[in-house]
């Protein structure tokens, strides 16, 4: 989650401050901090803020960060593994692409010739 007010306060200037410095209006700072932002806007806002992009976001400090679709906790493990409190943790496995076949291109039927070019 995108939270500038830390910074803002660090640096003593304001979220109108920053839209002038990125070239927006304040309403559309303030729509990219409430919604999902492009890298784009990030990188923008970074930029105007003088600050790197992972300085936007919240450093979780209990190892744990919320699952941005249902919003339960997740643990973070040094072994790579993620444990949700209450949830049996399951293995997971990635497919392996296959490769597809190409179809294969099919002629016109007989009733369905294409008519030849004609010039004018």
Known sequence: MINIDD?????????????KRMGLSR????RILSGNPTLDNLTKLAAALN???SDL???PTDNTVNCPYCGNKIKLTKDGANTTP???PRP?????PTPTAKAPEQSPAKDETPEPDVAP
């Open 51 to 53: 600050v790197p992009i």
């Open 7 to 19: 910074i803002l306060k660090k640096k003593k200037i304001t979220k109108t401050d920053v839209s």
């Open 92 to 96: 997971v496995t990635v497919p392996t």
């Open 86 to 88: 209450g949830v049996k």
């Open 57 to 59: 976001f919240d450093t």
């Open 27 to 30: 309403e559309s700072l303030y």
